[in-house]
């Protein structure tokens, strides 16, 4: 029998939107979950957390083409810390971003949506959350 690890919930953090995804309680699959208004954010955490058991939380690190810092890695790092400090019974972690949004959009036209499915930015941002995670795994697998 397969023991329950509980989830981990990403976050892709934007200034008008937030992207979340969830593995399920083995560890194995990331899924889109939703995407809500970013002022929503704690409080979304703070009830699906009440709901589930939720062992870490995965950020989306927003980095520039060269591997550095971008414009909003500050914005993520602030929310990091703020998530770090209502949240200390989790785990924390970042994850590179690069290109999430390009292989989310690719993903969408791969799965079947239609042109204005696949242009909707909430469409867009819980993918990239799942992509986010998927990487995280995928990278957890080989430590």
Do not use: W
């Not at 957390?49 to 602030?78: I, N, T, Y």
């Not at 390009?102 to 949506?113: D, F, P, R, V």
């Amino acid at each position: 029998m397969e023991e329950n690890l509980g989830r981990i919930i990403a976050i892709d953090y934007g200034l008008k939107r937030v992207g979340i995804a969830v593995t399920d309680p083995l560890q194995i699959i990331a899924t889109s979950l939703t995407t809500i208004a970013t002022p929503s954010l704690f409080l979304f955490l703070k009830d699906y957390l009440q709901k589930e058991s939720v062992v870490a939380f995965v950020m989306g690190m927003p980095k520039g083409l060269d591997g550095m810092p971008s414009k909003m890695s500050r914005a993520v790092e602030h929310i990091g810390m703020q998530l770090k400090k209502k949240f200390p019974a989790q785990s924390f972690y970042y994850q590179d971003e690069r290109f999430t949004s390009k292989l989310a959009m690719q993903g969408l036209y791969q799965a079947g949506y239609s042109k204005k499915d696949r242009m909707h930015k909430n469409n867009i941002d819980k993918v990239s959350a799942a992509i986010i995670l998927q990487s995280f795994l995928n990278r957890k697998e080989c430590l």
